[in-house]
T-cell receptor
Framework: DTAVSQTPKYLVTQMGNDKSIKCEQN?????MYWYKQDSKKFLKIMFS???????INETVPNRFSPKSPDKAHLNLHINSLELGDSAVYFC??????????????FGSGTRLTVV | TQLLEQSPQFLSIQEGENLTVYCNSS?????LQWYRQEPGEGPVLLVT?????EVKKLKRLTFQFGDARKDSSLHITAAQPGDTGLYLC????????????FGQGTILTVHP
């Protein structure tokens, strides 16, 4: 199936740990994103990559480090996890950079719980 | 920073009723997109409107983009329980170049 797939679906970890979330898209899209959805369902962009290049870094703590080994993959590594990092993280992709007329395809999300 | 104000935040209605969700901004967007999100899943694109004044229909859903490209609305006719979900508007372009800026969302519950 063509899709954006991210793993794991659920992640429960202790404060201070380091964790990674992986994302892959087989849609042939040029641009990939990480969004964070808080408990009020508000979606906020964290990063975007276009053809493996970082385009947007939206005032995210440097404990969060994205990595794009190729344009089909965008992973998110988080160091020294804090309670406030608990949220649902969504990976998305779009054809083209600006996204103005291109819809996003989202993964099904990773629910991160820091205890 | 471009903001999208979405209203209402919550909507609980009976099957068969009509409803409208609004998405407003003081900024101009190149396009407005509407998404629907179900629990445990990512948002799924419903429609993109690009031209000021544009109206698009998707079965019982009607989407409109304001003439000034600052606002949009989603109207659902004869709502069904299957319409239940979180509806999100998102703007692209302007100072949101290269990303989508989302509204806060509307949680719709349609009771049988």
């Amino acid at each position: 199936d063509t899709a954006v797939s991210q793993t794991p679906k659920y992640l429960v970890t202790q404060m201070g740990n380091d964790k990674s979330i992986k994302c892959e898209q087989n849609l042939g899209h040029d641009t990939m994103y990480w969004y964070k959805q808080d408990s009020k369902k508000f979606l906020k962009i964290m990063f975007s990559y276009n053809n493996k290049e970082l385009i947007i870094n939206e005032t995210v703590p440097n404990r969060f480090s994205p990595k794009s080994p190729d344009k089909a993959h965008l992973n998110l590594h988080i160091n020294s996890l804090e309670l406030g990092d608990s949220a649902v993280y969504f990976c998305a992709s779009s054809q083209g950079y600006a996204g103005a007329n291109y819809g996003y395809t989202f993964g099904s999300g990773t629910r991160l719980t820091v205890v | 920073t471009q903001l999208l104000e979405q209203s209402p935040q919550f909507l609980s209605i009976q099957e068969g009723e009509n409803l409208t969700v609004y998405c407003n901004s003081s900024s101009v967007f190149s396009s407005l997109q509407w998404y629907r999100q179900e629990p445990g899943e990512g948002p799924v694109l419903l429609v993109t409107v690009v031209t000021g004044g544009e109206v698009k229909k998707l079965k019982r859903l009607t989407f409109q983009f304001g003439d000034a490209r600052k606002d949009s609305s989603l109207h659902i006719t004869a709502a069904q329980p299957g319409d239940t979900g979180l509806y999100l508007c998102a703007g692209a372009g302007g100072t949101s170049y290269g990303k989508l800026t989302f509204g806060q969302g509307t949680i719709l519950t349609v009771h049988p």
